[in-house]
């Protein structure tokens, strides 16, 4: 195919040697571009993927002089084969390593008894979470917030405990043949990243640079001294920043250039994504094309099912059951039953190590801080579907998942969706409006409050997943919500 004026910019800077960042809306053809560049310099290139899926399938599309790895990938033929034996350990529960580690007894703070359990929980994603930063060392921000401590002085009490066991097990991971902890993939990455390491090529790719977590973005950054960078990306789709990825685009000290010709979808559609687009402040519009006739419009028989929350995937899911459907669910169905086995250990009257729940006693315990607390509301629907279908029923559906190749629809949530496409795709009800605001109109009414950006880029990445016909579905109020008369027009 011809390349676009776009593409024919993005070339030209990168033979002119630029460092270069590259906004690629929604199927605009990122890595058509990034391969239409390598294949047109004798250079030595690394491209760096996302996940290791892209990685194989970059490397036939790109040509021989470029090495399409993952960050983990290089990190592993650095140090992480050193730590073989230890990756292949069987897992143990939380609770028995931080025995190890020491953590005996359980802690009370405020008026919590935090368990021995939580505890040793809390300091391995205290850990987990050191390795996703760019950090040197670990420290108090680095421990998870729990529900129940939100408070500032109660969560830097929980800090200060578990600080120094979370330094002991990143003592223990420094071994390389045995250790109480468990050694994942992250853990030598981030043993990696602090020797400071030099990739040896003339240039750099990053691909999904808004997603990248702090401790690839100082990786690719420390290579600015001897080799090209290039990386490429959507800021608009940026939506893991709540497990600590970092846009890394907006400010990158480089040419910033676009891609805005999608190709996945025609003009109608580049419309709807361009509203979501406007409200998140994003810095592209979309362009759709002609020759696809992408529609708006009721989905009856939909291939995808978008969801916000695990839960919307998880009540879509018996839905579609309960009518006779063959359902696949993105991801698998671990996550919604381990929700399930925590609401089901809670109603039978114990404790549950599940992240989310872990410091309820009870049943009524959650159902009090999900109706009554404001820092609990996203239960709230995880509530109702457990009052109302039981875990019994919850668990009995997510054992009658099928494998996507074999689903007659798909149902996910706009998280997991991001990357993958569908021909007919029905958002789900439980994307919902913002709360009103305390503005009201001239006859009183209330007006609606402004949408977060982060729910809007969300909403973005779920509209765009379209080929064929989109069903706004629960995302339909977005047609009554004033916007400005030029907020999709393209820049």
């Not at 987990?128 to 969560?155: K, M, N, Q, W, Y």
């Not at 959650?366 to 109702?384: E, K, N, W």
Request: overall charge neutral.
């Amino acid at each position: 195919m011809n390349p676009t004026d776009e593409q024919t910019a993005a070339a030209d800077a990168f033979h002119a040697g630029r460092h270069l960042a590259l906004q690629a809306g929604a199927g605009t053809g990122k890595t058509t571009t990034l391969a239409l560049l390598a294949r047109t310099t004798t250079r030595r290139g690394r491209y760096l993927a996302y996940n290791r899926a892209i990685a194989q399938d970059a490397r036939t599309r790109f040509p021989s002089t470029v090495q399409c790895k993952t960050a983990h990938a290089l990190a592993y033929a650095a140090v992480g084969h050193r730590y073989t034996r230890r990756l292949n350990a069987p897992r143990r529960p939380a609770w028995q390593t931080g025995q190890a580690l020491g953590l005996t007894k359980a802690v009370r703070i405020g008026d919590r008894e935090i368990s021995q359990r939580v505890l040793s929980n809390a300091a391995l994603r205290t850990v987990a979470r050191f390795c996703h930063t760019a950090d040197s060392a670990i420290t108090r921000h680095h421990v998870p917030h729990l529900r129940g401590l939100e408070d500032r002085a109660l969560h830097a009490q929980l800090a200060a405990h578990i600080v120094p066991f979370a330094h002991k097990a990143w003592a223990d991971l420094q071994h390389p043949d045995e250790g109480a902890v468990r050694f994942d993939h992250d853990h030598y990455l981030k043993i990696w990243a602090l020797t400071n390491p030099k990739i040896d090529t003339d240039f750099l790719l990053l691909d999904e640079a808004q997603d990248t977590n702090p401790v690839v973005e100082q990786i690719f950054l420390n290579q600015r001294s001897h080799a090209q960078l290039v990386m490429v990306g959507d800021s608009a789709q940026a939506i893991y920043g709540w497990r600590g990825a970092k846009d890394v685009m907006t400010g990158f000290d480089g040419t910033q250039l676009v891609l805005s010709q999608s190709f996945r979808f025609g003009p109608c559609l580049a419309h709807e994504a361009n509203r979501w687009l406007a409200i998140a402040d994003a810095p592209i519009r979309l362009t759709g094309t002609d020759t696809v006739p992408t529609e708006l419009g009721p989905v009856t028989r939909p291939d995808a099912v978008l969801c916000r929350t695990n839960v919307g995937a998880m009540a879509q899911v018996m839905d579609l059951l309960a009518a006779a459907h063959r359902v696949g669910l993105v991801g698998g169905g671990d996550g919604l039953r381990a929700l399930a086995l925590a609401a089901r250990d809670l109603k039978e009257g114990r404790r549950t190590t599940h992240p989310e729940l872990v410091l309820f006693t009870t049943w009524g315990d959650l159902q009090d801080y999900a109706a009554h607390d404001p820092a609990g509301r996203d239960l709230q629907p995880l509530v109702d579907l457990v009052d109302t279908h039981g875990t019994d029923a919850i668990l009995a559906a997510v054992a009658q998942l099928a494998p996507e190749n074999q689903a007659e629809v798909t149902v996910s949530t706009a998280h997991r969706a991001k990357g993958r496409e569908w021909a007919r795709v029905k958002i789900a009800d439980d994307f919902t409006p913002p709360p009103d605001s305390d503005q009201h109109d001239d006859a009183g009414c209330a007006l609606p409050g402004p949408i977060d950006d982060g729910e809007a880029r969300l909403a973005y990445v779920a509209v765009t997943r379209t080929r064929q016909r989109l069903d706004l579905g629960g995302l339909s109020w977005i047609n009554e919500y004033p916007l400005a008369c030029s907020a999709a027009s393209p820049r």
